[in-house]
């Protein structure tokens, strides 16, 4: 049964950072585009980017480039999702996704980030 | 890099059809064979019901159905169920290699 597993939600200020991290198993992980995608509360889908499997290349939508990182480990099945300058409406759920035709198969059960002043 | 545009509401019987929109331009939609829906409950994370426009995943039952023409795409649930309530976002590729989602429509079976 595939599974991925987000980790390091939070609290914080303004201006902060936070790393997400998402676990992966029961898929070829190695193999794998890989998104980060967020929701706002109450609010739609936004994506934030991708990886390639290799990690070679990432894409950003341009709300986020210059901020925001995303990396992975494939040796331990891990994708990453490096926060900077948090601003208040970088408040959301945060989910890691599999890439698939180009849609998401395999989703994780989120992360809350919360940016307070 | 706008979201698509979903109608926010739909709704239908049981055991009627209710076909949502998503409109979208010719850097997005229009450019690509290359649209998913997703389905959402509360509190869940998102569910892929079609890829690359009207391709359904392994378990997705075939009242669910995916077109495209020009720049918008529709989702057609046919047959409707009580399970079917839920929010539903398309999404696209789009030009310079990301993705845009549309803004969501709630499904509501009567």
């Known amino acids: 049964e595939a599974q991925l597993v987000e980790s390091g939600g939070g609290l914080v200020q303004p201006g902060g950072s936070l790393r997400l991290s998402c676990a992966a198993s029961?898929?070829?992980?190695?193999?794998?585009?890989m998104s980060w995608v967020r929701q706002t509360p109450g609010e739609g889908l936004e994506w934030l980017g991708n990886i390639r499997p290799d990690g070679g290349a990432t894409y950003y939508v341009d709300s986020v480039k210059g901020r925001f990182t995303i990396s992975r480990n494939n040796a331990n099945n891990s994708l990453y999702l490096q926060l900077n300058s948090l601003r208040v409406d970088d408040t959301a759920v945060y989910y890691c996704a599999r890439d698939f035709g180009f849609g998401w198969d395999y989703w994780g059960q989120g992360a809350l980030v919360t940016v307070y002043s | 890099q706008s979201a698509l545009t979903q109608p926010p509401s739909a709704s239908g019987s049981p055991g009627q059809s209710v076909t949502i929109s998503c409109a979208g331009t010719?850097?997005?939609?229009?450019?690509?064979?290359?649209v998913s829906w997703h389905q959402q409950h509360p509190g869940k994370a998102p569910k892929l019901m079609i890829y690359e426009v009207s391709k359904r995943p392994s378990g997705v039952p075939d009242r669910f159905s995916g077109s495209k023409s020009g720049n918008t795409a529709s989702l057609t649930v046919s047959g409707l169920q009580p399970e079917d309530e839920a929010d539903y976002y398309c999404?696209?590729?789009?030009?310079?290699?990301?993705?845009?989602f549309g803004t969501g429509t709630k499904v509501t079976v009567l």
């Open positions: 999404s696209s590729y789009a030009v310079g290699n990301t993705f845009v």
């Open positions: 029961g898929v070829r992980f190695s193999n794998s585009w």
């Open positions: 010719s850097s997005d939609v229009g450019a690509y064979n290359y």
